[in-house]
């Protein structure tokens, strides 16, 4: 697994994500491990390589 640190944007604390590197395109929703709101994750993955991060907020 892959371990990304990025800043929450609901609560803007350093959090950080495992992401499966053998899966070449990923969009999922996560919740902070800080502020538990949910986080929308889209990852891409070349050769294992992390060459994409996006992470936003999801209106409740
Ligand atoms: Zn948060």
């Known amino acids: 697994m ?3 640190f990025f800043h929450c944007p609901h609560c ?5 994500m495992l992401l499966d590197p053998s899966v070449s395109r ?4 996560e919740d902070c491990e800080v502020c538990c709101n949910p986080i929308e994750l889209s990852v891409e993955f070349e050769e ?4 994409y991060f996006e992470a936003n907020s999801i209106e409740q």
């Open 2 to 4: 892959h371990e990304h």
């Open 12 to 16: 803007f604390q350093e959090i950080s």
């Open 26 to 29: 990923q969009e999922y929703i």
């Open 48 to 51: 294992g390589e992390l060459v």
